[in-house]
């Protein structure tokens, strides 16, 4: 069963910018905290942003200042707007969705940064 559905990747040259959207179920929108994570080829998981249920954000210092976290609960939606992209963020790009008693993860998006 898919809980989370990304969409929003692609290619992009270096200094654009990127909407990534995440879909999810109105039970993970009521009550989860939700984040953005990112896999670069070769290397660890690392997370990009987080939101609470109550809009309370927080950020990884490498994208601080270059990205929004958004959701809206109403339409089910999680947003990552970024920004000045660089090449460093190239990517697969997941929602995650964490709950009292599980957590969820989306397919990945491809994020591509490059001239």
């Known amino acids: 069963q898919v809980h989370l559905v990304e969409s929003g990747g692609g290619l992009v040259q270096p200094g654009g910018s990127l909407r990534l959207s995440c879909a999810g179920s109105?039970?993970?929108?009521?009550?989860?905290?939700m984040h953005w994570y990112r896999q670069a080829p070769g290397k660890q998981r690392k997370l990009v942003a987080g939101?609470?249920?109550?809009?309370?954000?927080k950020y990884a210092d490498t994208v601080k200042g270059r990205c929004t976290i958004e959701r809206d609960n109403a339409r089910t939606m999680m947003y990552l707007q970024m920004n000045n992209l660089e090449s460093e963020d190239t990517a697969v790009y997941y929602c995650?969705?964490?709950?009292?008693?599980?957590?969820?993860w989306g397919q990945g998006t491809q994020v591509t940064v490059s001239s």
């Open positions: 939101i609470t249920s109550g809009g309370v954000t």
């Open positions: 995650h969705a964490r709950g009292d008693i599980e957590e969820l």
């Open positions: 109105p039970r993970i929108f009521r009550t989860y905290e």
